[in-house]
């Protein structure tokens, strides 16, 4: 089936290896680190006690809900949103302001850096003994980013790279453009008004465009408002029926049945502002390719630039793994150990003198680069007594449309690509088997993925290792499996 259109009928179910596997999300335990991005599994994070969340949608956010008990961090607007829709306890919430380095714990710095995602969405920039490394989350490649002080001239050990449009090799026009075609559409239709298909969250930056481009409200449902007020956006948003041209609704109601009953009362079109590969049947329903992932043109930009010594894909894609291999440093050096370190056991006594003393030093090159401007947080103990009283907190529901990801769907063909939002957040709930599994890594099988994460390692960078012998042991024990 891959890259044949599929046909969904008015009453055709979604095929199967469009629905999520149970328990799919997108999230990554950085080998050698103590860091976990997106991941909300404490049974299986192993050594893992940094966790961070990279922006807010429902795929990377599985697992994470009012129990939450340690330590998060994410960018401040990140932060409202999930207290505010999942009722995460704000004791345990770690805003980090985006742009500054900031010192977690005594043995990593990061750098939050804005990934032209979604609201909210950042790039991890993490410097320790284990090196260098770079965690785009997803983002969309932007050529501002090369202006990124923190990015400038730096070298990158590992690349984390969000490669969802890896395979799909067609070109995307930048969200400027494709919104400038949304535009066009709606000149072309004086007359109709306009129904706009988006996610839980993404797509305000189009919403406010063209709100100010026709001067008029964009009608959403009362908790689409509520978020709205929370991101601070322009004013133009109203729950008020009727009180504007157009209206923003969940991608799920973009279908035959809907159109036709929309049209009964006025004339209507409807767009879908999405990069992945969809076909149309119904007349009414205008695709416009916007898209919140960096095509492969601007992944491979973005590789060549920043010269990283490996890079390894956040989504699971054999085909990825050659397509930067010719960006790579030229300058590979041996790699630091790829074990998860097992969790420090601080007894209690020693807690006070340990906050006194100076965190250890990081590798040269990361002390030279970054200066922590941030804090330096306090550790689980001490928080445990606040957040005592907030467990019993019910963690809210999903909304419906990112739980119903096998509905039925009318008058739209998918293609069997990576979809835009993976996992929770797709037109009619739809989701591809390819994306469901991103990155996520159990305690049993976390072993076998290591030589995978480095095939884009040179092997005589390897071969300078200490643990060249264990990578060779760990591939001999993967093949024979």
Known sequence: ????????????ALPSF???????MNGTLIAGTPIAVDFWSVRRAGGARLFFLSHMHSDHTVGLSSTWSRPLYCSPLTARLLHHRLKVPTCWIR??????????????????????????????LFEGTFGTILYTGDFRYSRSMRLEPAL??????????????????????????????????????PQHRVVIGVYSLGKEELLVELALEFGTWVVVSPSRLEQMKLLELPEVFTAEEGAGRIRAVDVSEIRWDTLKS????????????????????????????????????????????????????????????????????PDHQALPGLGIPKPLQVPAQQQSKTKKQKPVCLV??????????????????????????????AAPQQDSHESAFCSHEDG????????????????GGATAAGTAGQSLVSDEDFESELPKQYLLTPLNALKQSSFYEAVEDLFSRWEAS
């Open 1 to 12: 089936m891959r890259g044949t259109a599929l046909r969904i009928g008015r009453e055709a």
């Open 364 to 393: 040269k090159r990361a002390a030279q680069h970054s200066v922590p401007k941030g804090v330096v947080y306090e550790s689980l103990e001490e928080c445990a007594e606040q957040c005592e009283g907030l467990r019993g907190v």
């Open 95 to 124: 805003p980090l302001e985006v742009g500054q380095s900031h010192a977690v714990g005594e043995e990593v710095t990061v750098t939050l850096l804005d990934a032209n995602h979604c609201p909210g969405s950042v790039m991890f």
């Open 412 to 427: 739209i063909c998918f293609y069997d690509y990576e979809e835009e939002e993976p996992s929770g957040e797709q037109p």
């Open 152 to 189: 400038s001239g730096r070298r990158i050990d590992r690349l984390y790279l969000d490669n969802t449009n890896c395979r799909l090799r067609c070109s995307l026009p930048s969200r400027s453009h494709a919104a400038h075609q949304a535009a066009q559409l709606i000149r072309q239709h």
């Open 18 to 24: 469009l629905c999520p596997r149970p328990g799919a």
């Open 262 to 329: 929309w049209n009964v009362l006025h004339p209507t079109i409807a767009i879908l502002p999405t990069g992945r590969p969809v076909k149309v049947t119904h007349p009414q329903i205008h695709l416009i390719p916007y898209s919140d992932h960096s095509s492969f043109s601007e992944l491979c930009e973005f590789v060549k630039w920043l010269k990283p010594c490996s890079v390894i894909p956040i989504v699971k894609d054999g085909t990825c793994y050659a397509s930067f291999q010719k960006y790579l440093s």
